[in-house]
Nanobody, 124 residues
Framework: QVRLVESGGGLVQAGGSLRLSCAAS?????????????MGWYRQAPGKQRELVAA???????NYGDSVKGRFTISRDYAKNTVYLEMNSLKPEDTAVYYC?????????????WGQGTQVTVSS
């Protein structure tokens, strides 16, 4: 019903930058009564729980995890149902699989959808 496709992950040296993208698509968006509320990025490192990286609401309010504040920036193209994550000053501890999330709402629907994940590896 809703598909999230992430891109932009990869291998980068510490101090470097990467930009992740996540595009949401689905036939329900052709019906204007369904929309995306918040979109966000989460990450999960081996042996650790999935954690919030950054999120942005439909009104543009942003929220960041403490460990990425000042280094990462989330933005959103509302027309394209796409969210971006600009990651600067990357550290080895940022290494994880990054997942995109979108909260889709409408009549009889309030559900979070996940992308398949994209690997980010930061070498020291």
């Amino acid at each position: 019903q809703v598909r999230l496709v992430e891109s932009g992950g990869g291998l980068v040296q510490a101090g470097g930058s990467l930009r992740l993208s996540c595009a949401a698509s689905g036939s329900i968006f052709s019906i204007n009564i369904f929309s995306i509320n918040a979109m966000g990025w989460y990450r999960q490192a081996p042996g650790k729980q999935r954690e919030l990286v950054a999120a942005i609401t439909s009104g543009g309010i942003t929220n960041y995890g403490d460990s990425v504040k000042g280094r990462f920036t989330i933005s959103r193209d509302y027309a394209k149902n796409t969210v971006y994550l600009e990651m600067n000053s990357l550290k080895p501890e940022d290494t994880a699989v990054y997942y995109c999330n979108a909260d889709v709402v409408g009549p009889g629907l309030a559900e979070g959808y996940w992308g398949q994940g994209t690997q980010v590896t930061v070498s020291s």
